[in-house]
């Protein structure tokens, strides 16, 4: 199927490939006589910490301010802590690649001028966690990951299990595909908030689960399905590839198609049948793809900003066909979903030279 975003590296990626190399081995010139420090925008910082092994990320905020929300894969040390550079000599090893951040870049400023003074080398975030979030990238408290909308609204993100999320936005609480158990993985939904809004891509056990959506909905709950879900329901109000809707105030939504495209997977998820939602919320845009191989309608997304793709066998997609509908989706977070025990471990850093910040949470603990 042809694409708009070639597989083979692109001259571009290949300077970009190099700056990002390059950044690798100076920041370890601490074993020589030179430290630095090197100061890189948020699109930078995200490429940088997904593509270098050996890499430790710090926050050197508070633990408060940690625990309340942080860069996904990060340690906190407290810079204003008295023995923040003894702690840090001890947990960041010398040949370790050290990566630093903090809320504004102003305490990491500082603590990065104290490291280098120690012979260290330092990579900076320029403008902290607010300039990460204002390009729309995740921070995430361990439970759930958190963003800002282009209006500044809050989002919260929160990956359940297999193919089940939960989306906070405003207030509002969105349920995709709930499903209370799965052999034997169980969420409990009496637990959780009853929904505002609860989505279904399609009619297969481990998306539509009944007694959950039961479990979710109160009185003024919006169920939106696929026909054949909505006919199993007996209620709800049915969407169709293509159809649109508004919501709610700075709630939209979009069907889109979700199919098999591979020979011997058609009789799975048959085109016209199975919907992906592209929720557009104050702005911005989450793709949930369903179960889906890559297919051309990708192409005509329009902007997105969060995807989640499915990767599984025999059903869904393979990494590699992962990787290629990531290079038609172009989002800005890519949340790889629905993959039991694939190995996902070629598709950071085959998709981080893209752009693209690969966010692998825990669907199936």
Known sequence: MPTKYPHSLSKMKILK??????????????????????LLDATEFAEYIQMTPNLTLVDVRSPEEFAAGHIPGAINIDFSDEDFVEDLMTKVAAD??????????????????????KGRSVMELKGGIIEWQNVLLPLTT?????????????????????????????????????????????????QMPKADLILVTHEHHDHLDPAAIKTLSKA?????????????????????????????????????PAYNTSADKLQFHPRGRDNGYILSLDGLRIYIA????????????????????????????????LIEAARIVRPGVLYPYHFGTTDLSSITPALAPDGIYVRICPFDP
């Open 17 to 38: 490939l190099i700056f990002l190399m390059a950044l690798s081995v100076s920041a370890l010139s601490c074993n020589g006589n030179a430290p630095s420090i090197q």
């Open 220 to 256: 003024d709950t919006i169920v939106i399905a696929n026909p054949n879900s909505a006919e199993i329901l007996g209620y709800g109000m049915a969407m169709r590839n293509g159809d649109r809707k508004t919501l709610a105030d700075g709630i939209e939504l979009e069907a889109v």
């Open 96 to 117: 370790k690649h050290l990566a630093i951040y903090c809320r504004t870049g102003h305490r990491s400023g500082e603590a990065a001028e104290t490291l280098k003074a």
């Open 142 to 190: 361990g439970k759930e990951d958190l963003y800002l909308t282009p209006g500044g609204k809050n989002v919260t993100i929160q990956p359940l299990i297999h193919a089940s999320i939960r989306i906070v936005f405003d207030g509002k609480e969105i349920e995709v595909d709930p499903v209370g158990t799965l052999g034997n993985r169980t969420t409990d939904y009496s």
């Open 290 to 321: 369903g179960d889906t191989e890559p297919i051309p309608e990708m192409k005509d997304l329009g902007k997105i900003d969060i995807a989640f793709l499915p990767c599984n066998l025999p059903y869904t997609m393979t990494p590699s066909q």
